[in-house]
C-alpha cells in the first residue's frame, strides 16, 4: 500500500512538473504584430522597346505592361505604329517596375550586371533583322541597344527574351540561364 | 574501390572455409509479468543488435542466431529491465518473467509510449542493426526500406516519406515523442530529424489520427531514441561514414551515462555532422547538390519506481544546394530541359554550395514527466517546444542573391496529457493534445510575396482508445473529436490586410482487431475514419512557385481574391480499411497487407488556366478537392533457406484513382519488386558476423501516371485535367551489394561494412523524383561504414 507521504509527494511532484508545463507555455511569445504588405523588390511590370531612325520622325515603341505581376489582371500590349521598310532602326529597351508610387528603373539593375545578361531577338519572318549592338566588359552582346533592319513589306514577330545567366555567359542565344522576360510583339514593315 | 572489396572478400572466404559454425539456431520466448500474464508490446533485443516486439500472446521468436552466449534484454515500460544470457542451442521456449516496477500499486500496470499505438494496426519497424546498414541517409531515404513506404523525391538529398500513396501535411512524424512541427507542406521540405538520434524507426501504414490527430491521416513516422537509464557506467557510440558518390563524410557521436552514483538521474549527449559535395550521376555531375548538416541533442531524466521526468533539446541545422539546372525562369526553361535530355549546367565536383539552396534550422525543447496514481494508472505530461526556420535562397539580380527568396519561421508548442490504464484484460488510454503554433514570414528580408501567408493556430483534441484482450482475440476502439482555431493574415490584392478565422470541430473513429490464428500466423484488421481541415498552405498558398514553374492558389484564394467564409471549406475525411497476415515460423517470417482508402474531399491541385506574364506563360495551377481512391498491398518475406543462405523480398503496389473525375493522381509511388540473398559466414578468429548480400530493386514504370503535357503545349491545353509536365520514366533495376563483419575490440566490437549501390552505374530517372525533367539519378556510389559502440548496458 501507498503511504500517505507518498501521496503527497506524488501530488507535489505533480503540481510541480504541470507548473513547469505551463511556465514553458508561458515563455512561448504570444501573437505578434500584423504584417506589413510585401514590398515586391523583382517586379517587372514593363518593356518598352524605342525603335528610332536617324532621320527623326515619331518614333515606333512597343510596350508590354502587366500592372500586377504575376497576378491574374492580363497584361497589355502595344505596339504605336508600323515600321517603314527598308530602313534601319535603332532599339532601345528599358524595363521597370511601375507598380510602385516611385517606378523602379529595373534596366538600370541590368546594365549594371550585364556580364549575366543577355536579350536574345528571335525574329519570324524575313524582312526584320534585329541584332544587339552593345557589349559588355567581356565583349559579349547584351541587347539593351539593338538595330532593327527593315526590307520590304510584311508582317513579321519579334519574340524578346531576356536571359539571366550569371557566371555562364556565352553570348550565344538561347544559352545557359533562366529567363526574366519573354515577350511577342507582332509588327508590320510597311 | 571494387577491387578492394572484392580482394577482401576472397580472403574473408578463404578464412571462413577453416572453421565452420552453424547459424541457424531459433530463440523462442514468452514475455510475462509476475502474475503469469502473457505482454505483448515488449521490446526483446539481443546482444544490442536484432530486436522484435512480443506479439499479442507475448510470445516472440529469433532466428538465424549462432551458437554460444547471447544477451538478451527485455523492456517494457512500468517494469524492471531483464537482461538474461542464454546459451545456445536452446530448444525449449524460455519464459521472461518481468518484475513489475510498481508492485506496490496492485493491479495497476501502466503502459509506455510503444503501446500507445493500437495494437490492431499495421506498422513496420527498422530495427537498430538495419539502421545501421543505412547510416549517413536522409531520414526519408532510410524509411523506404519499408514495404509501403517510398519517398517523394527533390534531388539526390531531399527525400519525403510517403505512406501508402500519402504524403507532406498527411503524415505525422513523431520525433521522440514530440510531434514534428515543420514545414511538412511542401514537397521539396525534407523532414527537419537527424536520424541519428533514432535506435529505431517505426512506421504505422494506417489512419492514427485517433490517437495523434489530423495530420496522422496517411499515417505516423516515429522516430525513437534508446531509452535513458539504461546504462551501468558510462556508455557511447561512435560511428563514420564515407561516401564516395558525393565525396561526403558522416561522423556522429553519443555519450550516456548516470550523474554520480545515482542511477535514477541519467543523461545523453549526442551530435552528428555531415559535409558531402555535388552527386554524380552515371555520365555527369549533379551540379550544386552539396549538402552540410550538424546537429545535435542532449537529455537529462530522472526516474524511479511510480515517476519520471526528462529534458530534451536538440538542433538540427542543414544545408542543401539544389541542382543548379533545375532552377528554371518559365515554361521554355523547362521545355528546353526536357528536351535537351541532360543538365544545361554542368560543373567539375564541388563541396561549396551555391544558390538555389535551403537553409533549415530546426530546435526543440521537450519536457515529459509521468507519475502513477494509486488504483487508476499512469499520468503523462508532455510539453514541447519548436523553433522552425526555414530560407531558401534563389538566383537573383542586383546582388540580392544573397537575401533569401523566401524566409519564413514556425514557432510551435504541444502539450499533450494522457492517462493510461490497465486492468486484467482490459486496458487504454485516454487524453488531449493542444498545440499553439505562429507561422510568420520575414518578408522585408525577402523583398518576395510569399507563397503562404502567416498564420496563427490553435487546436485541442480528446480522445479515447480502449482495448480488450480475450483468449486470441485482442479488440480495439477509439474517437477523437478536435477543434482547430485558425487565424490567417494574408493580403488582398489591393495590398489590405485581411485576417480570416475559422473554427474548425471534427471528428476521428477507428475499430480494430487482432487474432491469433496458430502459434505462427496472426490476422489484423484496423478500421479508421479520420477527418482533416485543409491545411494553410492549401487555402491560401498563392504565388509563383518556382521549383516547379507554375502559379498556386489556394482553395481560398482564385484569382488574387481572398475568400473568409467558411462554409465554402470541405474537410478531407479518409476511410480507409487495411488488413495484415502475418506468419513468424522457425525459419520464415512474412507479413502481406492490403488496403483501401477511400478519401472524400481529397486535397489536391489541378491545372485552371494559363497565364501570360512578362516572363512568358505560366500554368496556374488551383487547390481544389475531389474524391479519390488510393488501394494496395505490401509484401515483405524473409526465408532462412539453411545455415548459410537467406532470402528476402518486398513488393509494394498502389493503385490511385480521381473517382469523381475519373482521372489519375500524380506522384503515386510506382510499384517497386525488391529482391536480395544473403549469404552468412561462419565466424572465423578476429571476425564476427561476416555476411554478403546482394539485391535488385526493381522499380516499375508508372503505368498510371498523368497525361502528359510537354511545357510548349500547355498554352495550347484547356481541359483542366491533371497532367505530368513529362512521361513517367521507364522502370529501372539497380545491383547493390554490402558486405559486413564486425571485428571484436575489447570486450565491444567494431562493425564495419563496405556497400555499393548502382553497381553497374545505371543512368536512369526515378518517378517520384521532381527533378526527373532536368537530370538523371545518382550513378554508382561506395560507402564505407564503422560503427563502434561501446555502452556497457
Known sequence: MLKKTEVIRTIRYAIYSAAALAFAVGISSCDGDDPAPVNEEEVITTLNVTLATNGGGTPVTLRFFDADGDGSGAPVKTVSGNLAANKTYTGVITLSDDSKSTPVDITEEVAEEADDHLFCFTVTGSNLTVTAVDKDSKNLPIGLASSWLTTSAGNATVKIVLRHQPGTKTGQCPGTGDTDVEVDFNVTVQ | ?793
Not at chain 2, 505525422?172 to 514530440?178: E, F, M, T
Not at chain 2, 489512419?207 to 513516422?221: C, F, K, L
Request: charged letters at 20%.
Open chain 2, 1 to 793: 574501390m571494387i577491387r578492394f572489396s572484392i580482394f577482401l572478400f576472397f580472403v574473408l572466404l578463404a578464412g571462413s572455409a577453416s572453421r565452420a559454425q552453424s547459424c541457424n539456431e531459433v530463440l523462442r520466448g514468452i514475455v510475462t509479468n509476475e502474475q503469469d500474464q502473457t505482454l505483448p508490446g515488449a521490446t526483446i533485443t539481443i546482444d544490442a543488435g536484432a530486436a522484435s516486439i512480443s506479439s499479442d500472446d507475448g510470445s516472440f521468436t529469433f532466428t538465424g542466431l549462432c551458437q554460444g552466449r547471447v544477451v538478451l534484454t527485455v523492456e517494457y515500460v512500468g517494469f524492471e529491465k531483464h537482461i538474461q544470457t542464454v546459451s545456445l542451442p536452446v530448444k525449449r521456449t524460455i519464459t521472461i518473467r518481468l518484475k513489475s516496477l510498481t508492485t506496490e500499486l496492485e493491479g495497476v500496470v501502466v503502459e509506455g509510449d510503444r503501446r500507445m499505438n493500437a495494437v490492431s494496426q499495421t506498422t513496420s519497424l527498422l530495427s537498430k542493426k538495419e539502421l545501421e546498414s543505412l547510416h549517413g541517409r536522409p531520414l526519408g531515404e532510410s524509411l523506404k526500406e519499408i514495404p509501403g513506404v517510398s519517398a517523394i523525391q527533390t534531388g539526390p538529398s531531399i527525400f519525403k516519406p510517403v505512406i501508402h500513396g500519402l504524403h507532406s501535411q498527411r503524415i505525422l512524424i513523431l520525433n521522440n515523442g514530440i510531434r514534428q512541427e515543420g514545414q511538412q507542406w511542401g514537397i521539396e521540405h525534407a523532414p527537419e530529424v537527424d536520424p541519428y538520434i533514432a535506435s529505431s524507426l517505426e512506421v504505422v501504414k494506417g489512419a492514427e489520427t485517433v490517437r495523434y490527430g489530423y495530420d496522422a491521416i496517411g499515417g505516423v513516422i516515429i522516430v525513437n531514441p534508446p531509452a535513458l537509464h539504461e546504462v551501468e557506467n558510462l556508455g557511447g557510440e561512435i560511428n563514420v561514414g564515407f561516401m564516395s558518390n558525393n565525396r561526403m563524410g558522416v561522423i556522429s557521436a553519443m555519450l550516456e551515462g548516470h550523474i554520480a552514483k545515482n542511477d535514477k538521474l541519467s543523461w545523453r549527449l549526442q551530435t552528428s555532422a555531415k559535409k558531402g559535395g555535388d552527386y554524380h550521376a552515371a555520365k555527369y555531375n549533379l551540379s550544386n547538390t552539396g549538402t552540410q548538416e550538424f546537429n545535435f541533442s542532449g537529455a537529462l531524466g530522472f526516474k524511479d519506481a511510480h515517476r519520471g521526468f526528462e529534458v530534451y533539446v536538440s538542433s538540427f541545422n542543414t544545408t542543401l544546394g539544389i541542382l543548379r539546372a533545375a532552377h528554371t525562369g518559365n515554361l521554355q526553361d523547362i521545355q528546353t530541359s526536357i528536351e535537351s535530355g541532360r543538365p544545361w549546367y554542368v560543373q567539375d565536383f564541388s563541396y561549396t554550395i551555391e544558390n538555389p539552396k535551403q537553409r533549415i534550422n530546426h530546435q526543440l525543447l521537450k519536457l515529459k514527466s509521468y507519475f502513477d496514481v494509486k488504483n487508476f494508472g499512469r499520468i503523462n505530461l508532455l510539453y514541447g517546444g519548436q523553433y522552425n526556420e526555414r530560407k531558401e535562397f534563389d538566383i537573383r539580380r542586383s546582388g540580392r542573391s544573397d537575401r533569401p527568396a523566401l524566409s519564413m519561421s514556425l514557432f510551435s508548442n504541444v502539450l499533450d496529457v494522457s492517462l493510461d490504464h490497465e486492468k486484467g484484460e482490459h486496458s487504454g488510454s485516454i487524453g488531449i493534445n493542444s498545440t499553439l503554433k505562429f507561422n510568420k514570414n520575414d518578408t522585408d528580408l525577402t523583398g518576395i510575396t510569399p507563397l503562404i501567408p502567416n498564420y496563427n493556430q490553435a487546436s485541442a483534441g480528446l480522445f479515447v482508445l480502449e482495448k480488450l484482450r480475450r483468449n486470441r482475440w485482442t479488440f480495439e476502439a477509439g474517437g477523437r473529436y478536435d477543434y482547430q482555431y485558425l487565424e490567417v493574415l494574408t493580403f488582398n490584392a489591393t495590398k489590405e490586410l485581411v485576417k480570416p478565422s475559422f473554427d474548425f470541430n471534427f471528428f476521428s473513429g477507428t475499430v480494430g482487431v487482432a487474432y491469433k490464428i496458430s502459434q505462427q500466423w496472426r490476422y489484423i484488421s484496423n478500421f479508421g475514419i479520420s477527418s482533416r481541415p485543409p491545411h494553410v498552405s492549401e487555402l491560401y498558398s498563392e504565388g509563383l512557385h518556382h521549383g516547379t514553374g507554375s502559379i498556386e492558389e489556394g482553395l481560398m484564394r482564385p484569382s488574387n481574391d481572398v475568400l473568409t467564409d467558411q462554409s465554402l471549406i470541405r474537410k478531407e475525411m479518409s476511410k480507409k480499411w487495411i488488413n495484415t497476415l502475418q506468419f513468424g515460423g522457425e525459419n520464415l517470417t512474412m507479413d502481406f497487407s492490403v488496403y483501401y482508402n477511400r478519401m472524400d474531399n481529397y486535397v489536391f491541385i489541378r491545372p485552371y488556366e494559363t497565364r501570360l506574364t512578362i516572363r512568358g506563360y505560366f500554368p496556374v495551377f488551383r487547390f481544389d478537392q475531389t474524391d479519390a481512391v488510393l488501394m494496395g498491398s505490401d509484401f515483405g518475406l524473409k526465408w532462412d533457406i539453411n545455415n548459410r543462405f537467406t532470402y528476402a523480398t518486398k513488393v509494394s503496389y498502389v493503385h490511385a484513382t480521381d473517382v469523381k473525375n475519373d482521372d489519375k493522381l500524380i506522384f503515386i509511388p510506382p510499384a517497386l519488386f525488391d529482391n536480395s540473398v544473403t549469404l552468412n559466414f561462419p565466424n572465423v578468429d578476429a571476425l564476427e558476423g561476416l555476411h554478403l548480400t546482394v539485391s535488385a530493386p526493381y522499380t516499375f514504370q508508372q503505368t498510371r501516371a498523368p497525361r502528359a503535357v510537354y511545357p510548349e503545349d500547355i498554352p495550347n491545353d484547356t481541359s483542366n485535367k491533371v497532367f505530368d509536365l513529362a512521361p513517367a520514366p521507364e522502370g529501372f533495376v539497380m545491383l547493390n551489394a554490402s558486405v559486413g563483419f564486425d571485428i571484436p575490440i575489447g570486450e565491444k566490437e567494431l562493425a564495419i561494412s563496405l556497400s555499393g549501390e548502382n553497381l553497374l552505374n545505371k543512368s536512369y530517372r526515378n518517378y517520384m523524383n521532381r527533378l526527373r525533367y532536368f537530370a538523371d539519378d545518382t550513378g554508382r556510389n561506395f560507402i564505407v561504414r564503422l560503427s563502434y559502440n561501446f555502452s556497457n548496458h
